[in-house]
């Protein structure tokens, strides 16, 4: 048997079959999960009809995390089908483009921080506490991350600082939803060439940094993510929470690789 049979998971942020969010629904998918998607418009709305049906899902509903009041109706609508569920993949960033260019302190503008962490980090928790009635025991919440959380990483810039707020989120939502059983943890995934990636400058000399100093010598997949997050919704990691799981080949650890 799967590792995720009789597991119903929501998954956000699809936008294409490079998407990380992608990547995820084939692992979940594969393991046995029952899999319901979102989109955030009605120009991305016709793509998710077509990927859902690879997942053998029809159950496709609306949500831009930017309006309160879609991320209500999300669970209301998902009701409808789900009495309950099992968790939900948040997959979702975003910065004005103008912000992942230049100097961090030339270029950041109050609205833009506003937009960043609405956007990235409070629409996670704005997820949790819409659908925590609908979590069952053993729910797994999770989200994705990256290293510039952590380490002032060039261009990167405000989404840097969004992220950091989004880790500490995930912290406070594990101890927060612990005591119901419900697990919430990010994984920090190494440089990937997805939609969303190409709006920050010099990525591709990133994952060419990434690949030639991090331990395992090369660029991580959107398949290496989707099976840490199979596991990590799954009953197998029952004593992950509140975590910050790296997947990126261990370039976080590493130093000076280059100098061989
Ligand atoms: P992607 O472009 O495929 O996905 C980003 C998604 O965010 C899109 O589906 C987009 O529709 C969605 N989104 C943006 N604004 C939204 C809104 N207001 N409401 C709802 N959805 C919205 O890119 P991706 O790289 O797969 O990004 C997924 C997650 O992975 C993001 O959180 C990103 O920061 C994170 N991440 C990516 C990398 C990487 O190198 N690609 C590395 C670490 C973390």
């Not at 120009?43 to 053998?56: C, D, G």
């Not at 697990?183 to 000399?205: D, E, H």
């Amino acid at each position: 048997m799967s590792f995720l049979t009789g597991k119903r998971i929501l998954i956000t942020g699809i936008v294409n079959t490079r998407s990380i969010a992608y990547g995820i629904a084939q692992a979940l998918y594969r393991e046995g999960a029952e899999l319901a998607f979102t989109y955030p418009n009605e120009k991305i709305r016709l793509r998710i009809e077509v990927l859902s049906k690879h997942f053998n899902s029809s159950i496709i509903l609306p949500c831009n995390v930017e309006n309160d009041e879609n991320i209500i109706e999300l669970f209301s609508k998902l009701a409808k089908t789900w009495n309950t569920f099992d968790g939900f993949i948040h997959a979702i960033a975003f910065a004005p483009p103008n912000q992942l260019k230049g100097d961090y302190v030339d270029v950041i503008t109050k609205e833009s921080f506003r937009i960043a962490h609405d956007i990235s980090s409070y629409s996670f928790v704005a997820m949790a506490k819409a659908s925590r009635k609908m979590l069952n025991k053993d729910s797994s919440l999770i989200t994705l991350t990256y290293l510039g959380a952590v380490r002032a990483v060039p261009n990167y810039n405000i989404m840097g600082l969004a992220k950091a707020s989004l880790e500490a989120n995930t912290k406070y939502m594990a101890n927060s939803m612990g005591p119901d059983g419900i697990r919430v943890n990010a994984i920090s995934s190494g440089p990937i060439y997805t939609l969303a990636a190409t709006g920050i400058t010099n990525f591709k000399k990133m994952l060419s940094h990434c690949a030639s100093s991090s331990p395992i010598r090369r660029n991580i997949t959107i398949e290496d993510i989707g099976n840490t997050a199979a596991f990590l919704c799954s009953n197998l990691s029952a004593a992950i929470t509140g975590s910050v799981i790296y997947v990126d080949g261990g370039f976080n650890i590493a130093h000076m690789n280059k100098l061989g």
